[in-house]
């Protein structure tokens, strides 16, 4: 890496990013053996947003939850409007970075592999509890307030436990995603500053 001219390693620090992200918005939909539980898999997008998080700045954390959400939302939108209900997921994960910043910046969150774990736990967590409100809240605004209670109640008996094999799931297979991409992303900022 050190012998690279500077647009070569940019460009290597790029591909890496672009590329991350792009296998984890094909992760997305996927389910293999393993990687499932009740037909519900990690949140890869969740879990991408963490790694990237901890070490940037709060500007670079809400501009990967925004971008991220924009596309999964892109991917999701023809499901969800089959339904009628239009949820967001720029949202969510726009406050998974932030918060990811945040609790990095006053040390609740460090760089290992466990903190990144229980992160991903948590923040998948926070994550399908915006989308949820979301929901709820599409459903009191357009529909009756029976609605909108009929929709809390399934989303408290169904949703729930779907939330928790996701977060369980995201924990499990954070240190798969997060320590090659820091290793890299760590050795081509060292090296960009060398």
Request: charged content about 10%; aromatic content about 10%; proline content about 5%.
């Amino acid at each position: 890496m050190n012998n690279l001219h500077p647009l070569v390693r940019n460009g290597l620090y790029l591909l890496t990013v672009v590329g991350s992200a792009s296998l984890c918005l094909l992760l997305l939909p996927t389910r293999f053996p393993g990687m499932e539980i009740l037909g519900v898999g990690p949140s890869w997008l969740v879990m991408w947003t963490i790694a990237w998080s901890l070490n940037r700045s709060l500007w670079h954390a809400t501009t990967a939850g925004v971008v991220l959400g924009l596309i999964q939302d892109g991917m999701t939108a023809t499901m969800t409007a089959n339904l009628g209900i239009m949820p967001t997921h720029v949202l969510s994960l726009t406050a998974v970075g932030v918060l990811t910043f945040w609790l990095h910046k006053h040390r609740y969150l460090d760089d290992t592999i466990i903190s990144a774990s229980v992160a991903a736990f948590l923040l998948t967590i926070a994550s399908e509890l915006i989308t949820g409100v979301q929901y709820f809240l599409e459903m009191a605004i357009e529909r009756s307030p029976a609605a909108s209670l009929a929709s809390l109640n399934y989303l408290w008996d169904n949703q729930s436990p779907m939330m928790l094999i996701s977060a369980v799931l995201s924990g499990l297979w954070m240190p798969v995603l997060y320590y090659p991409l820091q290793v890299c992303w760590q050795k081509m900022v060292v090296n960009k500053l060398t």
